[in-house]
T-cell receptor, first 113, second 111 residues
């Protein structure tokens, strides 16, 4: 199984809602990543988890809250988002944090109304 | 500083070769990558090159690295319509494993 899965594929939420994005991999990878990609732009790193511990937070606003409950799962909890947070949210994983190949999921397309 | 630049668009005829170019500014880049993104999908790693190499070939893909000019290129031989996608180059350094992506080049392959 060389796949990273993400749910949901699409999400529409209001600015007062609380929602979560989910990411799962069963490749035994110990590093997992969240990226944000705006339309016609490259992905931008948000968070890195290594061995289930937060390793990098790229100064992301606290309305985005990551969680890594176990080595296969990565969540991104969303609360009080703004319309400018609408984007494609990509999850990735790699064997270890470092130069190992990152495998990307298909992303969740988020629209904040 | 870290900055990676690419041309925005490339159109080629099916069967021709495509060359996608990328320039980067940080001379301490250790690894340089090429990713492909199809519409509505995540990124797929195509190939990568270490900074101490000049060239890498993998089937239809050839990566050339000019360290002096900080220029990276991806050549796709015998381009097919299925190659139509956005291609991102990216760099990472030993000091930080963070991937810095270029703006992406949209490749359109005409039948």
């Amino acid at each position: 199984d060389t796949e990273v899965t993400q749910t949901p594929k699409h999400l529409v939420m209001g600015m007062t809602n609380k929602k979560s994005l989910k990411c799962e991999q069963h490749m035994g990878h110990r590093a997992m990543y969240w990226y944000k990609q705006k339309a016609k732009k490259p992905p931008e790193l948000m968070f890195v988890y290594s061995y289930e511990k937060l390793s990098i937070n790229e100064s992301v606003p606290s309305r985005f809250s990551p969680e890594c409950p176990n080595s296969s799962l990565l969540n991104l909890h969303l609360h009080a988002l703004q319309p400018e947070d609408s984007a494609l949210y990509l999850c990735a994983s790699s064997q270890e944090e470092g130069h190992d190949e990152q495998f990307f999921g298909p992303g969740t397309r988020l629209t904040v109304l | 500083g870290e900055d990676v630049e690419q041309s925005l668009f490339l159109s080629v005829r099916e069967g021709d070769s495509s060359v996608i170019n990328c320039t980067y500014t940080d001379s301490s880049s250790t690894y340089l990558y090429w990713y492909k993104q199809e519409p509505g999908a995540g990124l797929q790693l195509l190939t990568y090159i270490f900074s101490n190499m000049d060239m890498k070939q993998d089937q239809r893909l050839t990566v050339l690295l000019n360290k002096k000019d900080k220029h990276l290129s991806l050549r796709i031989a015998d381009t097919q319509t299925g190659d139509s996608a956005i291609y991102f180059c990216a760099e990472s350094m030993d000091s930080s494993y963070k991937l810095i992506f270029g703006s992406g080049t949209r490749l359109l392959v005409r039948p």
